[in-house]
């Protein structure tokens, strides 16, 4: 499976969402994405890609498009 994939298919399982919908999801404008779905998100992505976020980085992580950009710059992890 691809990082993208592994990716997407943390967020689709999490919120419950179509390939469509990843890009516009985030932290308070998604009603299902609340302080234990965060919390259950920043596991699954540690899990997924073998790392350890920082306190800073768990907050930082607020929308799809932000941990991955996140992944991409101070991870090395390419998409």
């Given at each position: 499976?691809?990082?993208?994939?592994?990716?997407?298919?943390?967020?689709?399982?999490?919120?419950?969402?179509?390939?469509?919908?990843?890009?516009?999801?985030?932290?308070?404008?998604?009603?299902?994405?609340?302080?234990?779905?965060?919390?259950?998100?920043?596991?699954?992505?540690?899990?997924?890609?073998?790392?350890?976020?920082?306190?800073?980085?768990?907050?930082?992580?607020n929308s799809y498009i932000i941990g991955k950009?996140?992944?991409?710059k101070k991870f090395d992890i390419e998409f």
């Amino acid at each position: 499976m691809s990082n993208i994939e592994k990716y997407n298919d943390i967020f689709k399982k999490l919120f419950n969402v179509s390939d469509d919908e990843l890009g516009s999801l985030a932290y308070k404008e998604t009603a299902e994405w609340n302080s234990m779905a965060q919390i259950a998100l920043v596991a699954e992505i540690e899990e997924q890609f073998d790392l350890d976020f920082d306190t800073d980085d768990i907050f930082l992580l607020n929308s799809y498009i932000i941990g991955k950009d996140m992944l991409t710059k101070k991870f090395d992890i390419e998409f």
